[in-house]
C-alpha cells in the first residue's frame, strides 16, 4: 500500500487535476490519496472565516459565493458530466452557507475550522468524480469520519486508538475486498462531538504520515511544483539545489527552523514505522526527487530558511530577578494563552529575547499582557535568517545591507534576526 498526498499547487486548475489523476491511476497497488484544497482556497476560506467573525455576514457570504461559483466552473471544465459532481459539492456549500447565517458566539478558531475545512472537502469531491470518468476504482472518505482528535481547534492533536480503529474499518477493509484508490481529505479531523477541527496549517502532509503509520504504507509520496527538497525557496535563490537524500532528523531540524517543505508534525510517525517519505515533482514525475528515510545523508549543501514578516520581543524583569525561573515560567504561559511560538529566543540574566511570527494582533496582545509584569519592546519589521551547514563566506553575502539584531550558533546552524539598514 502506498500514500499519495497532492497540495493545492497541483490542483489549481482542471489541467493539474488531470495530470494530478493521471499519476494516481497509474499506480497499480492500493493507494490512498491525501489532498488539499485547490490552490488560494484556503487563504480565500480565511477571508471569509473573519468577515464573519467581525459580524459582516453578507461579505462573508460575497466571499464565499466567489469560492462556491468557481469550484461549480472547475467541475464543468474537468467532466464530461458535471451535475452528479456539483450536488455532490452542494452539501458542503450548505454546510458553511447555514453557519454564516448565525452570530459568533464561541471562539475565532471554532469558526475558522468549521469554514476552512470546506477546502478539502471540495477539492476531493472534483478528484473523486473524474477519477470515475476514468473508470478507476475509487472511493471518496469523509476525514472527518475517520480522523478523530480534541478540540482545540487550529492545532487539533489526533487521538490515534480511535482513529486506528476507524482506519482498520473505513481503510483496510476496502482495500482488502479490492478498492483500488482511496481518496479522502488533508489538514482536517473531527471531535468527539463532530465538530470540524483542522491540525495546522499545511497539515495535510501531516494527515498523509498518520494514515502511513497506521496503515502501515510501503512509502509516503508528497507531490509538489519542485522537482525535489532545495536547498533554498528557488523563486528567491535561483541558485538553489536539489538535495536527492535526506533523513529524519535532517528533515525535522529543517522544519523546525522553517523550511516549507515539510509539516513538522510529519516526521515522526513515518520514523516511528521506518517509512520513507518521497517528495516529487508533479510538472515531471520522472524526476528522482528526494528520498528522506533513516540513513546517513553524507555530505550537504547550505540550506537556507528565510523568514520575513517578524517581531523581536524584548522581556525584561522589572524587580533585577533572574529570568529563568518564575518569570520565564509566566511567560511561557502568555505565549500559550496568544499561541505563539517563538523562532528564536535568547536569554541574560534578567531579559528575555524572543522573535516570533509578526501576526500583530496576537504580538501586540501578548506585549500588553507581559506589560503588567515586565518591561516589553517590540522591535518590527524584521527578518530572520536561518543557515544549516553554513560557512561565513555564504553568511556575510546573505545578511549583506542588514543589521544584526540577534545571532545565534551552533556546530551546523546560524541563525540572524535582521533589519534592513535603511531603516
Same mark, same amino acid.
Given at each position: 500500500?502506498l500514500v499519495y498526498k497532492f497540495g493545492g499547487a497541483s490542483i489549481q486548475n482542471a489541467e493539474r487535476f488531470k495530470n494530478a489523476a493521471q499519476i494516481m491511476v497509474q499506480v497499480k497497488e492500493p493507494l490512498l490519496v491525501v489532498i488539499s484544497a485547490m490552490d488560494k482556497t484556503t487563504n480565500a476560506l480565511e477571508k471569509v472565516a473573519e468577515a464573519f467573525f467581525n459580524g459582516d455576514k453578507d461579505l462573508a457570504l460575497?466571499?464565499?459565493?466567489?469560492?462556491?461559483?468557481?469550484? *461549480? #466552473?472547475? %467541475?464543468?471544465?474537468?467532466?464530461?458530466?458535471?451535475?452528479? &459532481? =456539483?450536488?455532490?459539492?452542494? $452539501?458542503?456549500?450548505?454546510?458553511?452557507?447555514?453557519?454564516?447565517?448565525?452570530?459568533?458566539?464561541?471562539?475565532?478558531?471554532?469558526?475558522?475550522?468549521?469554514?476552512?475545512?470546506?477546502?478539502?472537502?471540495?477539492?476531493?469531491?472534483?478528484?473523486?468524480?473524474?477519477?470515475?470518468?476514468?473508470?478507476?476504482?475509487?472511493?471518496?472518505?469523509?476525514?472527518?469520519?475517520?480522523?478523530?482528535?480534541?478540540?482545540?481547534?487550529?492545532?487539533?492533536?489526533?487521538?490515534?486508538?480511535?482513529?486506528?480503529?476507524?482506519?482498520?474499518?473505513?481503510?483496510?477493509?476496502?482495500?482488502?475486498?479490492?478498492?483500488?484508490?482511496?481518496?479522502?481529505?488533508?489538514?482536517?479531523?473531527?471531535?468527539?462531538?463532530?465538530?470540524?477541527?483542522?491540525?495546522?496549517?499545511?497539515?495535510?502532509?501531516?494527515?498523509?504520515?498518520?494514515?502511513?503509520?497506521? *496503515? #502501515?504504507? %510501503?512509502?509516503?509520496?508528497?507531490?509538489?511544483?519542485?522537482? &525535489? =527538497?532545495?536547498?533554498?525557496? $528557488?523563486?528567491?535563490?535561483?541558485?538553489?539545489?536539489?538535495?536527492?537524500?535526506?533523513?529524519?532528523?535532517?528533515?525535522?531540524?529543517?522544519?523546525?527552523?522553517?523550511?516549507?517543505?515539510?509539516?513538522?508534525?510529519?516526521?515522526?510517525?513515518?520514523?516511528?514505522?521506518?517509512?520513507?517519505?518521497?517528495?516529487?515533482?508533479?510538472?515531471?514525475?520522472?524526476?528522482?526527487?528526494?528520498?528522506?528515510?533513516?540513513?546517513?545523508?553524507?555530505?550537504?549543501?547550505?540550506?537556507?530558511?528565510?523568514?520575513?514578516?517578524?517581531?523581536?520581543?524584548?522581556?525584561?524583569?522589572?524587580?533585577?530577578?533572574?529570568?529563568?525561573?518564575?518569570?520565564?515560567?509566566?511567560?511561557?504561559?502568555?505565549?500559550?494563552?496568544?499561541?505563539?511560538?517563538?523562532?528564536?529566543?535568547?536569554?541574560?540574566?534578567?531579559?528575555?529575547?524572543?522573535?516570533?511570527?509578526?501576526?500583530?494582533?496576537?504580538?501586540?496582545?501578548?506585549?500588553?499582557?507581559? &506589560?503588567?509584569?515586565?518591561?516589553?519592546?517590540?522591535?518590527?519589521?524584521?527578518?530572520?535568517?536561518?543557515?544549516?551547514?553554513?560557512?561565513?563566506?555564504?553568511?556575510?553575502?546573505?545578511?549583506?545591507?542588514?543589521?544584526?539584531?540577534?545571532?545565534?550558533?551552533?556546530?551546523?546552524?546560524?541563525?540572524?534576526?535582521?533589519?534592513?539598514?535603511?531603516?
Amino acid at each position: 500500500m502506498l500514500v499519495y498526498k497532492f497540495g493545492g499547487a497541483s490542483i489549481q486548475n482542471a489541467e493539474r487535476f488531470k495530470n494530478a489523476a493521471q499519476i494516481m491511476v497509474q499506480v497499480k497497488e492500493p493507494l490512498l490519496v491525501v489532498i488539499s484544497a485547490m490552490d488560494k482556497t484556503t487563504n480565500a476560506l480565511e477571508k471569509v472565516a473573519e468577515a464573519f467573525f467581525n459580524g459582516d455576514k453578507d461579505l462573508a457570504l460575497e466571499r464565499f459565493n466567489l469560492i462556491k461559483q468557481s469550484h *461549480i #466552473q472547475l %467541475a464543468g471544465a474537468l467532466l464530461q458530466s458535471p451535475q452528479k &459532481a =456539483v450536488d455532490a459539492l452542494h $452539501p458542503f456549500f450548505t454546510e458553511v452557507e447555514w453557519l454564516l447565517h448565525d452570530t459568533p458566539v464561541r471562539s475565532y478558531d471554532y469558526y475558522y475550522d468549521q469554514i476552512v475545512c470546506c477546502g478539502e472537502l471540495l477539492s476531493t469531491t472534483l478528484m473523486y468524480h473524474y477519477a470515475l470518468e476514468l473508470n478507476a476504482s475509487t472511493v471518496w472518505l469523509d476525514v472527518r469520519d475517520i480522523i478523530r482528535t480534541d478540540n482545540t481547534f487550529r492545532d487539533a492533536v489526533v487521538d490515534w486508538q480511535y482513529t486506528n480503529t476507524r482506519i482498520q474499518q473505513a481503510v483496510m477493509s476496502r482495500f482488502q475486498s479490492g478498492t483500488g484508490i482511496i481518496i479522502t481529505q488533508g489538514f482536517i479531523g473531527a471531535t468527539d462531538e463532530n465538530e470540524s477541527t483542522t491540525l495546522g496549517r499545511e497539515g495535510s502532509d501531516y494527515t498523509a504520515a498518520v494514515f502511513a503509520h497506521l *496503515i #502501515q504504507a %510501503a512509502s509516503v509520496t508528497i507531490w509538489k511544483d519542485v522537482e &525535489a =527538497v532545495m536547498s533554498a525557496d $528557488p523563486r528567491l535563490y535561483p541558485d538553489s539545489v536539489a538535495i536527492p537524500h535526506l533523513n529524519y532528523l535532517e528533515v525535522i531540524e529543517m522544519a523546525y527552523y522553517g523550511a516549507q517543505v515539510i509539516h513538522p508534525k510529519t516526521i515522526k510517525p513515518l520514523q516511528n514505522k521506518n517509512i520513507p517519505l518521497l517528495v516529487k515533482c508533479f510538472l515531471n514525475p520522472t524526476l528522482p526527487g528526494t528520498r528522506i528515510d533513516a540513513t546517513h545523508p553524507g555530505k550537504l549543501p547550505p540550506v537556507i530558511i528565510h523568514k520575513n514578516h517578524q517581531a523581536l520581543v524584548h522581556f525584561q524583569s522589572r524587580d533585577f530577578s533572574f529570568v529563568e525561573g518564575a518569570p520565564a515560567h509566566l511567560l511561557r504561559e502568555y505565549f500559550e494563552l496568544q499561541k505563539v511560538k517563538s523562532n528564536l529566543a535568547q536569554h541574560t540574566a534578567i531579559s528575555l529575547l524572543c522573535c516570533f511570527d509578526d501576526h500583530p494582533q496576537k504580538i501586540d496582545a501578548l506585549a500588553s499582557m507581559a &506589560a503588567t509584569t515586565f518591561d516589553v519592546t517590540v522591535q518590527r519589521p524584521l527578518k530572520l535568517l536561518t543557515i544549516r551547514h553554513y560557512n561565513q563566506e555564504l553568511l556575510q553575502q546573505l545578511t549583506e545591507g542588514y543589521k544584526i539584531i540577534v545571532e545565534q550558533r551552533t556546530t551546523d546552524t546560524v541563525q540572524c534576526v535582521l533589519a534592513e539598514i535603511n531603516r
